[in-house]
């Protein structure tokens, strides 16, 4: 009898499921389109029902599309956003909206986290303050107290779902410790809360549920579940994990020194370590757990780099669009550098380090240049990125090369992208043969889970085999280190410009 694995990725963008067979080869895939709302500058959330039917809606697709049989499927793994968050009720039920990671509404709390208790907070969570659990937990709190109250337990978006799967209420709600590095109330390398930092601030401790690890069976589903998404009841769920760290999971990445590029509605750089050590210098860099113990996977991104292309296409180049393959053509005929012009990526606030009212920018335009230069531009600017990313990394962990990146998601399809970077970093770039890593990561963790997938590394490797190699080229190189001084010229020309303003009353 054939046995499937059934993941689940809840995107920024959309939901996407797959269906795996034992060798991690995926038999189908099933998508749903996100919807983001908002009404003000700033404030981007998802309705947690929308979210939860996402999921129903492609399972149920999932299994139509592909004939199989529920029975046959062993387990169900799931991941998700990792740095937005949201609440629930003691029933389990949704008692705030999802709070996306792409929410700046709780700027002012990152100031108050950082002016007292900044150098606590990077030291036990791994990563600088930023606009992620802690600062959204106290935006509800002060802003929306009857919401706060009602609060049982504030969850994932994955922890939410998988909670809904197997009925369980907020007494059983769980945390992965994948994500940890996105809570500045957590212990990161204790796995435990900062009770001391809770307290502080005023955050009930039973607000933050159990600390688990991705691979814990949390429940198996239930009758409801299983009839709205054409399942049985009774398959494990597993408590699940973040999307990056599903992402980096299923991409590998297992042996120290080695580079992942998750080049999606974000852009990610995040690498492999076997210690613990903080950015205290820099806040730049987060440390993520990998769902393997004894990994550490730090990593530093910008928030909305993919958002930023889209938004160039939709936006400059008419109606309707121009397509990525039309706009990369053109780009690929401008020469390295843009002829001078730079582009700030940072729409949605500067993350790492933590600059909330920095805006995007492009600086030096003049009348020659065209849309294939700003294009060209805003790919650079991502690769500039990763430059201040690496040197960070090289700095911190000196024993390890870091000479080659592999790249995964939608990013990964541009053949022009993925030589800049390798101009930029000046290493090669690998792109792989599938782009479901995230998908396939949590799949993984479920199928090990059940005891399914006893070699788990050996079939993510076969599953993820090598495609397109990018070799740097020299001349470019060249062009693209006094570029790299530019870009971090320009970021620090842009610091402060929101405070600024408003001092000027615009």
């Not at 090289?394 to 870091?402: A, G, T």
Request: with cysteine; hydrophobic share 40%; charged share 25%.
């Amino acid at each position: 009898m054939d046995r499937y694995l059934i993941s689940i990725d809840i995107g920024t963008q959309g939901t996407k499921a797959a269906l795996l067979d034992e060798q991690l080869q995926v038999i189908g895939t099933s998508f749903e389109a996100s919807r983001l709302l908002g009404e003000k500058a700033g404030e981007i959330w998802q309705e947690p029902d929308e979210i939860y039917g996402s999921c129903v809606r492609t399972v149920r697709n999932l299994m139509d599309k592909t004939g199989a049989s529920p029975s046959c499927v062993e387990a169900i793994g799931v991941d998700s956003q990792m740095a937005g968050i949201m609440g629930i009720d003691k029933e389990g039920e949704a008692s705030t909206c999802y709070d996306s990671w792409l929410d700046t509404r709780c700027s002012s709390y990152i100031k108050l986290l950082e002016s007292e208790a900044g150098d606590e907070i990077l030291t036990c969570s791994g990563g600088p303050v930023t606009g992620s659990h802690a600062a959204k937990i106290l935006w509800w709190k002060h802003q929306r107290p009857q919401q706060y109250e009602k609060t049982a337990a504030f969850v994932l978006p994955h922890g939410y779902v998988t909670g809904k799967m197997v009925g369980n209420k907020a007494d059983k709600a769980v945390f992965d410790h994948t994500c940890l590095h996105f809570n500045n109330f957590s212990d990161n390398e204790k796995k435990q809360w900062n009770e001391g930092l809770m307290t502080h601030f005023g955050i009930e401790s039973e607000k933050l549920p159990r600390i688990v690890s991705p691979f814990e069976i949390i429940g198996t589903t239930t009758e409801r579940f299983a009839k709205e998404a054409d399942l049985i009841s009774g398959i494990p769920v597993t408590a699940g994990l973040g999307d990056s760290a599903a992402s980096t999971f299923g991409s590998g990445m297992f042996e120290t020194g080695m580079l992942l590029d998750c080049a999606g509605t974000a852009s990610i750089l995040c690498s492999v370590v076997d210690a613990y050590v903080p950015d205290r210098k820099n806040k730049t860099l987060v440390m993520m757990r990998s769902p393997m113990e004894g990994l550490w996977l730090p990593l530093s991104y910008i928030a909305g780099g993919g958002l930023c292309i889209r938004w160039l296409r939709d936006q400059l180049t008419g109606e309707p669009a121009m397509s990525y393959e039309e706009l990369e053509e053109m780009a690929r005929r401008i020469p390295a550098g843009c002829n001078g012009l730079l582009f700030n990526p940072h729409f949605s606030g500067r993350v790492l380090p933590p600059e909330p009212g920095m805006k995007g920018a492009f600086l030096g335009l003049d009348f020659n240049h065209t849309k294939a230069d700003m294009y060209r531009a805003v790919l650079e600017s991502i690769a500039c990125e990763y430059a201040i990313y690496l040197e960070i990394l090289r700095d911190l962990f000196h024993k390890e090369n870091f000479e080659k990146l592999n790249v995964v998601g939608g990013g990964s399809k541009s053949r022009l992208l993925n030589q800049i970077k390798a101009d930029v970093l000046e290493i090669q770039v690998q792109t792989c043969e599938t782009g479901e890593t995230a998908l396939i990561g949590s799949a993984a963790v479920a199928g090990a889970a059940v005891g399914l997938l006893k070699d788990y590394k050996g079939k993510i490797k076969s599953a993820i085999a090598g495609k397109d190699c990018y070799i740097p080229e020299p001349h470019n190189s060249e062009i693209y280190r006094k570029k790299i001084i530019r870009h971090r010229q320009m970021l620090k020309m842009l610091s402060g410009w929101k405070e600024e303003m408003e001092i000027c009353g615009l």
